[in-house]
């Protein structure tokens, strides 16, 4: 595995310059062929491809990755480029950027708002000619200001540039989970339909109190873009979403007296009582007790 631990190290794999230390702009049609092969980054990365060419895989899954395409790496991620071993001439262009420049920062406070960092396969962004124009434009005010001369302004206006690529970004993931709105559908049709046997199976007792991760895994998508589609589509978390089902299952069960509230919440996924009354409290504003007392 090869790991792209520096900015310049990744620059000179593709026969590019290193205009800075920190951030580059990568032209990949100026690399030679090289094999294809897995690889970590130490840094972030946007990167568009001009043409399909090869599948990328981040843990075990694919990339929907084709031309006018656009994925983002954060530090750390393995990702394994298909067929290993096999020649191939890179395409596109990589805008590379080391966590250093934008400590201190307001998007070095927010960076993790950018979900789309941590998204999988078939999360990729897919552009329209007029958004790719603008990601264009983007990168080419980076690449003007990244090969001037550094002085006391060039780190403000450098992570201002990339900062306004991020929130495009946002803005054109938007668009598309509308565009793309009778997919998501169905992913939330199964999404609830998974909820409701997951709450009214054995599951809630064997497993505890679901999980965002779980039903994300169960349905093939990273857990951020499975929240942001959730969040979409329902106007709510997917967290809040559960939660709301949770509670509307522990309402019902709590007018049956026959049981003590202690054995409802260990059939609500509980491992303490006390984890139920103080959750139930919180989003219902009466404990357990109180509630149904009110029967």
Same mark, same amino acid.
């Given at each position: 595995?090869?790991?792209?631990?520096?900015?310049?190290?990744?620059?000179?794999?593709?026969?590019?310059?290193?205009?800075?230390?920190?951030?580059?702009?990568?032209?990949?049609?100026?690399?030679?062929?090289?094999?294809?092969?897995?690889?970590?980054?130490?840094?972030?990365?946007?990167?568009?491809?001009?043409?399909?060419?090869? $599948?990328?895989?981040?843990?075990?899954?694919?990339?929907?990755?084709?031309?006018?395409?656009?994925?983002?790496?954060?530090?750390?991620?393995?990702?394994?480029?298909?067929? /290993?071993?096999?020649?191939?001439?890179?395409?596109?262009?990589?805008?590379?950027?080391?966590?250093?420049?934008?400590?201190?920062?307001?998007?070095?406070?927010?960076?993790? $708002?950018?979900?789309?960092?941590?998204?999988?396969?078939?999360?990729?962004?897919?552009?329209? $000619?007029? /958004?790719?124009?603008?990601?264009?434009?983007?990168?080419?005010?980076?690449?003007? /200001?990244?090969?001037?001369?550094?002085?006391?302004?060039?780190?403000?206006?450098?992570?201002?540039?990339?900062?306004?690529?991020?929130?495009?970004?946002?803005?054109?993931?938007?668009?598309?989970?509308?565009?793309?709105?009778?997919?998501?559908?169905?992913?939330?049709?199964?999404?609830?339909?998974?909820?409701?046997?997951?709450?009214?199976?054995?599951?809630?007792?064997?497993?505890?109190?679901?999980?965002?991760?779980?039903?994300? $895994?169960?349905?093939?998508?990273?857990?951020?873009?499975?929240?942001?589609?959730?969040?979409?589509?329902?106007?709510?978390?997917?967290?809040?979403?559960?939660?709301?089902?949770?509670?509307?299952?522990?309402?019902?069960?709590?007018?049956?007296?026959?049981?003590?509230?202690?054995?409802?919440?260990? /059939?609500?996924?509980?491992?303490?009582?006390?984890?139920?009354?103080?959750?139930?409290?919180?989003?219902?504003?009466?404990?357990?007790?109180?509630?149904?007392?009110?029967?």
């Amino acid at each position: 595995m090869i790991i792209y631990d520096t900015i310049k190290k990744y620059s000179e794999t593709f026969n590019n310059k290193t205009l800075h230390p920190l951030i580059n702009l990568v032209d990949l049609n100026k690399s030679a062929p090289l094999k294809r092969t897995k690889f970590m980054l130490g840094f972030y990365a946007i990167i568009i491809k001009e043409t399909h060419c090869g $599948d990328l895989r981040y843990g075990n899954k694919y990339y929907d990755y084709a031309k006018g395409t656009v994925v983002f790496f954060a530090p750390g991620q393995v990702i394994t480029n298909e067929p /290993e071993g096999e020649l191939h001439q890179p395409y596109g262009k990589a805008l590379i950027f080391h966590p250093d420049l934008i400590k201190g920062t307001s998007l070095g406070k927010q960076i993790h $708002d950018y979900s789309f960092f941590s998204y999988q396969s078939n999360e990729a962004l897919h552009l329209s $000619d007029r /958004e790719r124009e603008i990601v264009n434009t983007c990168f080419g005010n980076i690449t003007t /200001e990244i090969g001037q001369n550094i002085d006391r302004h060039s780190k403000k206006l450098i992570v201002a540039n990339l900062e306004l690529l991020l929130k495009y970004c946002l803005r054109f993931y938007d668009r598309q989970f509308i565009t793309r709105e009778h997919v998501n559908q169905g992913v939330i049709e199964q999404f609830e339909q998974l909820l409701n046997e997951y709450l009214v199976g054995d599951q809630l007792k064997t497993s505890g109190v679901p999980t965002v991760a779980y039903f994300a $895994d169960q349905l093939h998508l990273s857990a951020n873009y499975f929240g942001d589609l959730v969040k979409k589509e329902t106007g709510k978390s997917a967290l809040e979403y559960i939660q709301m089902h949770l509670i509307d299952l522990a309402k019902e069960r709590i007018f049956d007296t026959s049981k003590s509230l202690s054995e409802i919440s260990y /059939e609500l996924g509980f491992k303490y009582p006390q984890h139920f009354t103080r959750f139930f409290k919180q989003k219902v504003g009466v404990s357990p007790n109180e509630y149904r007392g009110l029967n």
